[in-house]
């Protein structure tokens, strides 16, 4: 991945602070500070549990995730908000390398799945941005891991209201229906890709869709998790 990325990425400064860093999106003192998501975690929706607990958590009980497992490899925040909006908007994929390489590790510690999905995009948001940050981050995983990228598995019908600003049950019916899938992921293990873990919703619908195509199992990879309000 490293001399993929570095075909197209230019020497730069860092993000954050304008130290020269070569070819990577952040200096090493930069990188020290991102913010860590520190266990240990629910299993299922990777908020971390209080007191060393590693069972499922409250809300994961109360309203268990149409999917298995998730993992995610940092806390959304400062400064990795900012990173994840320079990939998104600003075409800086120098971030993925960074970024990706935790999620990695997580990933090759467990049993790997027989495929992964990238979240889509709508085609008329993707033809606005020019690229789906989640398939970049897919890709990534996919050459590490060795783990087959599914592509036209799953498309995104309706071109949905952004996420962010919204109530959870705003979410969940701004998102209904979105997603339609191919049978060809019948009876297959799929880790879903994408970029932040919010509410979960966008993740719920497509992973609601997957299983009604016969998917086995379904796990969530995510680069940031954002933490619910008043999470320990
Ligand atoms: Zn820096
Ligand atoms: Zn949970």
């Not at 995730?65 to 075409?91: C, E, N, V």
């Not at 995009?121 to 060795?146: D, E, K, P, T, V």
């Not at 309706?158 to 701004?174: F, K």
Request: glycine fraction near 6%.
């Amino acid at each position: 991945m490293r001399s993929f990325f570095n075909q197209f990425v230019p020497a730069q400064d860092c993000l954050l602070c304008a130290a020269a860093c070569g070819r990577r999106s952040l200096c090493p003192r930069c990188e020290a500070t991102l913010p860590q998501l520190d266990g240990p975690l629910c299993p299922l929706c990777a908020q971390p549990l209080p007191g060393g607990a590693q069972h499922p958590c409250g809300e994961c009980l109360r309203h268990p995730p149409p999917w298995q497992a998730t993992l995610a490899a940092w806390r959304y925040g400062f400064p990795l908000d900012r990173m994840i909006q320079a990939l998104k908007y600003r075409h800086h994929f120098g971030v993925i390398e960074p970024l990706v390489e935790p999620l990695a590790q997580l990933a090759a510690a467990r049993p790997l799945p027989d495929a992964l999905l990238a979240m889509p995009l709508h085609r008329a948001r993707q033809r606005s941005r020019g690229y789906n940050q989640s398939l970049l981050i897919a890709r990534a995983l996919s050459g590490r891991l060795g783990v087959p990228l599914l592509h036209h598995a799953c498309r995104r019908t309706r071109d949905t209201r952004p996420q962010a600003g919204l109530t959870p049950t705003q979410r969940r019916s701004n998102l209904r229906r979105a997603f339609v899938c191919n049978p060809c992921v019948q009876g297959l293990n799929i880790a879903i890709v994408d970029d932040i873990m919010t509410s979960g919703a966008s993740l719920a619908q497509l992973s609601g869709a997957l299983s009604e195509c016969g998917a086995q199992r379904i796990e969530c990879w995510v680069l940031a998790r954002a933490l619910r309000t008043g999470a320990s």
